[in-house]
Structure formats: C-alpha cells, structure tokens
C-alpha cells in the first residue's frame, strides 16, 4: 500500500519517458487521483494550486499512458514510466520539464525547445 | 532562485544516474541541505523523520557525487545527477530505490539485489 500520510495525503509521482528513462515531470498524488490514473491509464495528479484533479493532458490533449508505474522501498513515492503524447511534456514548450541547469550558480536553458505553446493552449 | 514555499521548506530531489537517467532515489533538500550539497559536491537531504541534515553515504561510505543540476519551470523541484559512489542507492541492496513494481494490483520486487545491506551497514 501506497503511504499517503507523510506529505498530508500526497505522494510524489515521478514521471518518466518507458522508452527513454528520462525524468519528464514531477507532480503530486493523493488517494483520488491515484485510483483516477489506475482506472484511466492516464496520469492524473493532484493540483495544489487549483485543489483539484488534473489530468495531464486535457487542455493540449498531451496526455501520459502510463506503461509501468513502480514505487520506491518506502512506498512514499512513484515513478511511473509514461508514454507521452504530443512532442514535449513541458506547457513551456519542452520534452521534459527540467529544462534548467545550473551552470557557474546561474539557471541557464540547457534544452531546446520541441514546440510552440501558443499553437496548443490557445486551442 | 529555487522555490522552498511550496513544501514548508522543502523541495523534492530526484536522484538520477547521470551515466544512465535512471531515477535512483526521491529526498527533500531544505536551504541548509541545498547549501551543503553545493558546498561539498555530494548529495546532503534533509531527513523528515530524524529531523537533521542527512548526507547520503555518511554510514555506508556511498555517497552520490553531483555531475550535473537540473531544475523545473517552476523552480521547485530539483533532478540531480550524480555518480553513485558503491554499487546501489537503496539501503536495502538494490541499485535504485525504485525496485517495487505494480502487477495486476499487486507490488512485487521488479530488480535483483546488487549487495548485501548487511554487510554495509553494520561496519
């Protein structure tokens, strides 16, 4: 079983390209998005600063199809290991939301970008 | 600057093999931990359960040498990936703490143990 209590009922979920093993996103699950993304096979979250359900996706249509879910010796945390759809993870425009890396104390892109979020959350 | 609101002080740490990608290990850095862990070049968490700054390998001599920081759009999260000093991250034996993997509803250990946990961590 899942521990929900340390993080006052959520989980971290780590989310992760099956194909790749790169580390996408991270966002956080309580109990009802758990079940959600089990019954669906799309990644839901639980969105702290909305307070509610958010399923990756449903605006850019970028869903995750998750392809094999683990979770770590505690049991406190997952990765689930996602087929994403759509080019790039990232509402900013990148395969992967870690975009940033620290070079010389400074935040720098280190990454391209893979698409234009005007043209898919303006739809 | 990293985001440490979100989490009363914490951000989530995500520990990957900078050789391989792989998701080793989830910890949670508070300023002091993020400091040191800059300071030294080797990954120091601050432990929710024992309350003080932890650095990984202290006891088992296996610690996570920094390759390279990376961090989110949001700034709070970080991915960090190191060179993991020993031959697994896990205390338990296994290389990452992501081992448990769900089957037909139920988790089952997914990887086979690269040590014996005994023999570290009773030294």
């Not at 109990?31 to 096979?41: M, P, V």
Request: charged share 30%; hydrophobic share 35%; with cysteine.
């Amino acid at each position: 079983m899942l521990d929900f209590t340390k993080l006052n009922g959520l989980v971290p979920a780590i989310v992760t390209d099956a194909a790749t093993g790169r580390v996408l996103m991270l966002g956080f699950m309580n109990e009802e998005a758990w079940a959600k993304s089990l019954s669906t096979g799309d990644v839901t979250f639980w969105s702290r600063s909305r307070n509610k359900l958010w399923t990756k996706g449903e605006t850019s249509g970028n869903k995750l199809r998750i392809r094999e879910i683990r979770t770590d010796c505690d049991q406190d945390t997952l990765e689930i290991r996602v087929d994403a759809i759509g080019p790039g993870v990232c509402h900013e425009g990148y395969q992967s939301c870690f975009s940033w890396k620290l070079d010389q104390g400074q935040w720098q892109r280190a990454d391209e970008r893979v698409y234009d979020p005007a043209e898919v959350y303006s739809k």
